[in-house]
């Protein structure tokens, strides 16, 4: 569904990334690790259009995306949760739900709001209520249902646990598994690697813009290197 060949992404002098290559199947969960400033949200903004390609190509169900805009990136399949949600926080709940759905036909709003509400029930209680008085949680909710009013068919989740309490984060990363149970691909950047390789089949890891380790989740969750780095656990700790 999505190929990254040799990535290379430039701000200013700097190169964010360099060389990245990954690929997520259609229907899977595949997660991005790496430190703070590795790259994770680079690629991301990179594959949504927010961000050109210095080189390399990214390719979604054969279609090169390296010209198109932000907007039609969108209209071709692909939304985009970014990291601190980025929700209108003066316009309610339904407000952020209709820009989200900019791109939709009028006569197909209603069902995907229904949608979003049944996802979330909160939000339809909280529908005439401004954005910005949400708890973190339900604005990470309303973030994840904005992107969906598109019905994405891969969806890139940057850091949905962030800042939320444990059991907000177990609801997010269950809504996550719900989404995916749908068919919706997903390519997860996820701080809390524990939780982000339980919930995907395979990951990469980013260190300065280049991918230092690929497999399936169960192999990087016993790599020693993995475990001391992003898990911090000895060779010997299983994961709960």
Do not use: C, W
């Amino acid at each position: 569904m999505l190929e990254l060949e040799n990535l290379t992404v430039v701000y200013g002098r700097r190169r964010a990334l360099e060389g990245v290559a990954l690929t997520v199947g259609p229907g899977e969960i595949v997660t991005l690790l790496g430190a703070n400033g590795s790259g994770k949200s680079t690629t991301l903004r990179a594959i949504s259009g927010l961000v050109r390609a210095a080189g390399g190509a990214i390719r979604y169900e054969g279609r090169d995306l390296a010209r198109l805009t932000a907007d039609a990136i969108v209209a071709a399949g692909i939304g985009h949760v970014p990291e601190g949600r980025e929700i209108f926080t003066d316009f309610t709940v339904l407000e952020n739900l209709q820009v989200g759905a900019h791109t939709v036909p009028a006569r197909d709003v209603p069902a995907r709001l229904e949608a979003a509400y049944d996802l979330f029930p909160v939000l339809r209680e909280r529908r005439r209520q401004r954005a910005g008085t949400l708890s973190g949680g339900e604005q990470q909710m309303l973030a994840i249902a904005r992107a969906l009013m598109t019905r994405p068919r891969l969806l890139l989740l940057d850091e949905p646990s962030l800042g939320l309490a444990p059991r907000l984060m177990r609801e997010i990363l269950g809504v996550i598994r719900r989404i995916n149970g749908d068919g919706v691909a997903v390519l997860l950047v996820e701080q809390n690697a524990r939780a982000a390789l339980t919930l995907a089949a395979r990951g990469y890891v980013l260190e300065t813009g280049r991918v230092v380790a690929a497999g399936r989740s169960a192999d990087l969750a016993v790599d020693p290197r993995i475990r001391a780095a992003y898990l911090g656990l000895s060779s010997d700790r299983v994961i709960p």
